[in-house]
């Protein structure tokens, strides 16, 4: 062992035995430097059992929690909306988990860090909330978020894997959302396709104009 490493030990503890403390010695999993003391009771939801050396000293339990207090965002809506998307993944005793991560749906590991989520994702705009777009039917993650209006929400809402997608100078939705935007119903875009017609004629040429034609 280094000599310095090895004083301060002794130092630290006051003990000549610095194979036992060596032995007992835990640092907190935070990378704070700080050591951990044995814990005084018993919680299993924690992985805390008592007589056993905590994993993190009071107050860093959580990394995203440290990260928020360290940047006085613990009240803000951005951390907020962390903790939501978290608890909708991962607590089985979440009323949305079925929605989210009882359909397979997670948070990426990156994302499992306060810090990282807010480095990629930055504050929620007022009136704003998270959002998984374009795909909705895959996890948070960087590239797959945004922070989006209602409205934005609801129209991004979950589409089934039969529902058909259609991608359109690189940006994919629902049938359903391009008949919206482009002001022709949808049954009639579907059939357009199905008679041979490219997607940015289905889209743009008129009804009026197109009829019962199939393409030329």
């Known amino acids: 062992m280094n000599k310095s490493i090895h004083q301060k030990i002794q130092q630290l503890e ?18 704070c430097g700080q050591r951990t003391k044995k814990a005084t ?3 299993p939801k924690r992985g805390i059992k008592k007589g056993e050396y905590l994993r993190f000293v009071r107050g860093h339990q959580f990394r995203g929690f440290k990260y928020a ?6 009240d803000t809506r951005t951390y907020q909306a962390w903790v939501g998307m978290k608890n909708r993944c991962l ?3 979440n009323k949305n988990y079925a929605d989210y991560g009882g359909r397979g749906i997670t948070v990426c590991e990156r ?7 807010y480095a990629d994702m930055g504050n929620a705009p007022l009136g704003l909330t998270l959002d998984r777009y374009p795909n909705n039917d895959r996890n948070y993650e960087p590239g797959n978020c945004r922070w989006a209006t209602r409205k934005e929400q609801s129209n991004n809402q979950r589409v089934s894997k039969t529902a058909k997608l259609i ?10 959302q391009w008949a919206k935007r482009f002001g022709i119903n949808k049954e009639t875009i579907n059939s357009r396709l199905s008679r041979g017609w490219t997607i940015e004629r289905a889209f743009t040429e008129a009804r009026s104009k197109a009829g019962r034609r199939g393409p030329p």
């Open 14 to 31: 006051g003990l000549a035995d610095t194979r036992d403390v060596t032995e007992s010695l835990k640092l907190c999993e935070c990378g």
């Open 41 to 43: 009771y018993t919680k």
């Open 69 to 74: 207090l360290k940047h006085g965002m613990k």
């Open 91 to 93: 607590n089985k005793n």
């Open 111 to 117: 994302w499992l860090t306060f810090e990282n989520f």
């Open 167 to 176: 991608t359109y100078q690189g940006e994919t939705l629902p049938l359903a």
